[in-house]
T-cell receptor, first 114, second 114 residues
């Protein structure tokens, strides 16, 4: 089945700087890669996703890139703000079970220092 | 994701007791999921259901049971066989079976074993 690895586990940046979180996946058949943001004690919320037929997607300060050949995808946050501080999870959709299982990375705790 | 509710928000259980966590959605979603989240870790899939009266085990199903008698409801029972049940439990749903549909999460139930 699918395995997703996420790095770094903790990331601290200065307000206004960029933050990059990287994930790798093992199943080349996976075709959907969502990113979730989870604030302390709250539910994960989708912030951006990418499908395997595109290499990059952008939504304001957030962008995701996908390299299918290397089986890795990354989240880029520009002009970081203190409210970006949260745990971010990458995920990949496991096609081996008909696409029902989403495999999550272990998460990256992002601290944005004012 | 405001259409997914979980109750209770906090739950305390004595060792040896079974407890049931509620998950309801009014989004008309076909698929529903249960995840467990431990501190500093990602989300691990317990059970998922593609349609009414059908469900499959996830990666950590031992000690848990579910039912899907109605499309809107997917309750999770944590049995006394679950050795370490203290965790944050998240329910999710997605519009269609499989494919690349996004999962939307409920607010979670924090279970503590006393």
């Amino acid at each position: 089945g699918e395995n997703v690895e996420q790095h770094p586990s903790t990331l601290s940046v200065q307000e206004g700087d960029s933050a990059v979180i990287k994930c790798t996946y093992s199943d080349s058949a996976s075709n959907y890669f969502p990113w979730y943001k989870q604030e302390l004690g709250k539910r994960p919320q989708l912030i951006i996703d990418i499908r395997s037929n595109v290499g990059e997607k952008k939504d304001q300060r957030i962008a995701v890139t996908l390299n299918k050949t290397a089986k890795h995808f990354s989240l880029h946050i520009t002009e970081t703000q203190p409210e970006d501080s949260a745990v971010y999870f990458c995920a990949a959709r496991d096609r081996n079970t008909g696409g029902f299982k989403t495999i999550f990375g272990a998460g990256t705790r992002l601290f944005v220092k004012a | 994701d405001g259409g997914i509710t979980q109750s209770p928000k906090y739950l305390f259980r004595k060792e040896g007791q079974n407890v049931t966590l509620s998950c309801e959605q009014n989004l008309n979603h076909d698929a529903m999921y249960w995840y467990r989240q431990d501190p500093g870790q990602g989300l691990r899939l317990i059970y998922y259901s593609q349609i009414v009266n059908d469900f499959q085990k996830g990666d950590i199903a031992e000690g848990y049971s579910v039912s899907r008698e109605k499309k809107e409801s997917f309750p999770l029972t944590v049995t006394s066989a679950q050795k370490n049940p203290t965790a944050f439990y998240l329910c999710a749903s997605s519009p269609r079976q499989g494919g690349t549909d996004t999962q939307y999460f409920g607010p979670g139930t924090r279970l503590t074993v006393l």
